[in-house]
Structure formats: C-alpha cells, structure tokens
C-alpha cells in the first residue's frame, strides 16, 4: 500500500505563475515531511521540509502548506523559473520497525514554460 | 567533488550475472541507504545501515545483498541479476536529524537483459 501518494504525473506552468505540487498520506505517524528536487542523470536533492507540528514553512520562493486533517501537503513555488523543471518527490520520515526511515511519493514532473 | 560518489553510473549485464554497485560518502555520516527508482513507483529502500555492524532489510531487498565495508563505503550486490532488476539506483546517507534529510549520491542505471 503507497503510504506516500503523488496523484500527478506532470504539471506544466507559465513561467512567472504559481506552481502548486500536491501530496496525500495515510499514516498519522509521520512526524517531517520533506520536498526533493530530482534533475535528469543526478540524485534527488533536498529542498524544503516541515515538522508535523506546522502547518507552513517559507524559504525564498518555496513554501510548503501542511494540512494535518486531510493529510496533505502541498509545495508552492513563486514564481515558477525555468530552472524549477524537474521531478519533485514528496517524502514522509517516521519511525517504522524501530528505524527512522524516508517514504517516497512517485514523484511529479514539472515543466515551466518560457 | 561530490559528497556522495556511485559507481558505475550505467551498466548494462545479463541475466544471472553478479552485479556490484559502490557507494562512497565523504559527508562523515554513520546512515547510509541504497534505493531504487522505478517510473510511476518513486524510491524504495532496498536496505540501509546505521553504522558499520548494523545491516537491515529495506522494503523491497529479495534479490540484493550489501556489504558495509567502512564508515563511508556501502555497496549493494545483486547474486544472479534478474531483467526486473532493470532500474535506476540512488545510494544516500544521513547524519540523523529530526527530519531524517538524505543526501543522494547521483545514481546508477542497470539494465539486466
């Protein structure tokens, strides 16, 4: 079962307009959820995290929104660069099996257009 | 240069053959963690470990194997590679803070044929 669920595949935006990635979860044990960036040929990079005892978190032009009721997050991104065009993984962090470990989303394409 | 280096980035191989894939981190963290990505399933863990002497079993470790060889080495075998093996494999580490942030090396393509 995806405890971790990215429900697009791809998003495409003007550059210059709002990007708004979605993520749900099922398990209320989460305790940080995280933002990777993933560029073609090279690893996930971090990009932006939130304690579960939040609801917001601000840096820069990132800024994740956590709604705890509806296990859900989102990731906004304004303006939306060109350089912003890459596959943004959601992450959940819990202890699971007496071990702090990383639950992936499947990950959404985004595509900013000129 | 990199924090965290994989080797080979692509191989390709054969049904049954032994594969190995190297992780090496020069970040001094204890926790390192050896994923696979597939299209449409994001990253699983396949196994990871928090210091040289501990070893445990991801979600998904039939048909993997690593070994911990130092602080900053891990690698992750394959015995007798299998065409389902085909995927794109991320090593990572961590220092363990409260948001479990990991840091991920640049990848390996294997294609099994």
């Known amino acids: 079962d995806q405890q971790v669920k990215q429900n697009s595949p791809s998003l495409s935006v003007q550059e210059g307009r709002i990007s708004i990635l979605n993520c749900d979860y099922t398990n209320s044990m989460f305790d940080y959820f995280l933002w990777y960036k993933k560029y073609p040929a090279e690893g996930p990079t971090f990009l932006i995290s939130i304690s579960s005892i939040k609801d917001k978190n601000e840096d820069g032009r990132f800024t994740v929104f956590l709604n705890k009721s509806a296990k859900h997050l989102s990731l906004h991104i304004v303006p939306s660069q060109p350089g912003d065009s890459a596959v943004y993984f959601c992450a959940a962090s819990s202890i699971i099996q007496g071990a702090q470990k990383l639950v992936f989303g499947q990950g959404t394409r985004l595509t900013i257009n000129p | 240069d990199a924090d965290v280096t994989q080797t080979p980035r692509n191989r390709i191989t054969k049904t049954g053959k032994r594969i190995m894939l190297e992780c090496s981190q020069t970040?001094?963290?204890?926790?390192m963690y050896w994923y696979r990505q597939d299209p449409g399933l994001g990253l699983r863990l396949i196994y990871y470990s928090f210091d040289v002497k501990d070893i445990n079993k991801g979600e998904i470790s039939d048909g993997y194997s690593v070994s911990r060889q130092a602080q900053a080495k891990f690698s992750l075998s394959l015995e007798s590679a299998i065409p389902n093996q085909t995927a794109l494999y991320f090593c990572a580490t961590a220092k363990g803070g409260p948001d479990n942030e990991q840091f991920f090396g640049p990848g390996t393509r294997l294609t099994v044929l």
């Open positions: 970040k001094g963290h204890d926790r």
